[in-house]
């Protein structure tokens, strides 16, 4: 699976828009991009996945560039409780394979009230 | 519907004991996996399952075992508790394909 590089840490303030930006210039074709958080001492959380186009669910948004190269996550309106390590995760998906998740350092974002 | 849960919550082991941390989920999901998580280190994948009586190994199996009788559960036995087994073990399953669902994690102490 590709390698990601994601900010040790980020600010952002009650009610803005938090973007969380991930590179993975060696993503290959089959491969998809996933974002995971971790609130203190709990189990990751599933956010959202993509493979080429932008999506976006009930939580956020996920924006990857044309390349694939690189993603961002967007949280339109971070609250408090929205302060966590949010991890991005690159993985070539299979139906009978380990599907691991391979979990990096992550960004720690701290949503400042 | 509770999804994915985990028991004990918090367990102290001496080296050298045996034990089983359970994983339960009502999902019906088929994918069943066991991760563990030290500090610094992120998550690594113990043991997984594709299915009822399917299990395979994945990143660091060495002192577990496993076993799915059921859809439901998927429990990681303990042979011989080490020092180096101190660490939070989550359980997590997958939805068809991409979402997985983590439990709140085991808190084992080896001593």
């Known amino acids: 699976d590709a390698k990601t590089t994601q900010p040790p840490s980020m600010d952002c303030a009650e009610g803005r828009a938090a973007n969380l930006p991930c590179n993975h210039s060696?993503?290959?074709?089959?491969?998809?991009v996933y974002w995971y958080r971790q609130i203190h001492s709990q189990g990751p959380q599933y956010i959202i996945h993509g493979l080429k186009n932008n999506e976006t669910n009930e939580m956020a948004s996920l924006i990857i560039t044309e390349d694939r190269k690189s993603s961002t996550l967007i949280l339109p309106h971070a609250t408090l409780r929205d302060t966590a390590v949010y991890y991005c995760?690159?993985?070539?998906?299979?139906?009978?394979?380990?599907?691991?998740?391979?979990f990096g350092s992550g960004t720690q974002l701290t949503v400042l009230p | 519907n509770a999804g994915v849960t985990q028991t004990p919550k918090f367990q102290v082991l001496k080296t050298g004991q045996s034990m089983t941390l359970q994983c339960a989920q009502d999902?019906?999901?088929?994918?069943m996996s066991w991760y563990r998580q030290d500090p610094g280190m992120g998550l690594r994948l113990i043991h997984y399952s594709v299915g009822a009586g399917i299990t395979d190994q994945g990143e660091v199996p060495n002192g577990y075992n496993v076993s799915r009788s059921t859809t439901e559960d998927f429990p990681l036995r303990l042979l011989s508790a080490a020092p180096s087994q101190t660490s939070v073990y989550f359980c997590a399953t997958e939805r068809g394909a991409h979402e997985q669902y983590f439990g709140p994690g085991t808190r084992l102490t080896v001593t």
């Open positions: 999902m019906n999901h088929e994918y």
């Open positions: 060696t993503i290959s074709g089959n491969e998809y």
């Open positions: 995760i690159v993985r070539v998906w299979s139906s009978g394979s380990a599907r691991q998740l391979t």
